[in-house]
């Protein structure tokens, strides 16, 4: 059993960063594969980037290009999402999520846990 919960998210002005954490409880946070995942109002919820628990290997959305940056630090049992030149469009509720399969990391439907949420909301 894994729980999530996120934090970073606010309001900031179109060009700026912020760095999600999404911190997890359990003792074998190390061996989960995690994911970001967002959803804008009206839209449904969109893979961001993943990063698997072995090797580290990561995962990003092609929207994403270079702008956001999946980590994690298993000492601490938690991912991070640094986000940087946000743009409006970027305006979401961001959730974290955790697998414990390498496979289908890339949907919503291949995590077995979810965080609550953070709101990012970019202004122009």
């Known amino acids: 059993q894994v729980q999530l919960v996120e934090s970073g998210g606010g309001l900031v002005q179109a060009g700026r960063s912020l760095r999600l954490s999404c911190a997890a409880s359990?003792?074998?946070?190390?061996?989960?594969?995690m994911g970001w995942f967002r959803q804008a109002p009206g839209k449904e919820r969109e893979f961001v980037a993943a990063?698997?628990?072995?090797?580290?290997?990561?995962y990003y959305a092609n929207f994403v290009k270079g702008q956001f940056t999946i980590s994690r630090d298993n000492a601490k049992n938690t991912v991070y999402l640094q986000m940087n030149s946000l743009k409006p469009e970027d305006t979401a509720v961001y959730y974290c999520?955790?697998?414990?399969?390498?496979?289908?990391?890339?949907?919503?439907?291949?995590?077995?846990?979810w965080g609550q949420g953070t709101q990012v909301t970019v202004s122009s």
């Open positions: 999520a955790a697998s414990p399969r390498n496979y289908g990391l890339l949907s919503a439907d291949g995590y077995d846990y």
């Open positions: 359990g003792r074998t946070f190390s061996t989960y594969h």
């Open positions: 990063i698997t628990w072995g090797d580290g290997s990561k």
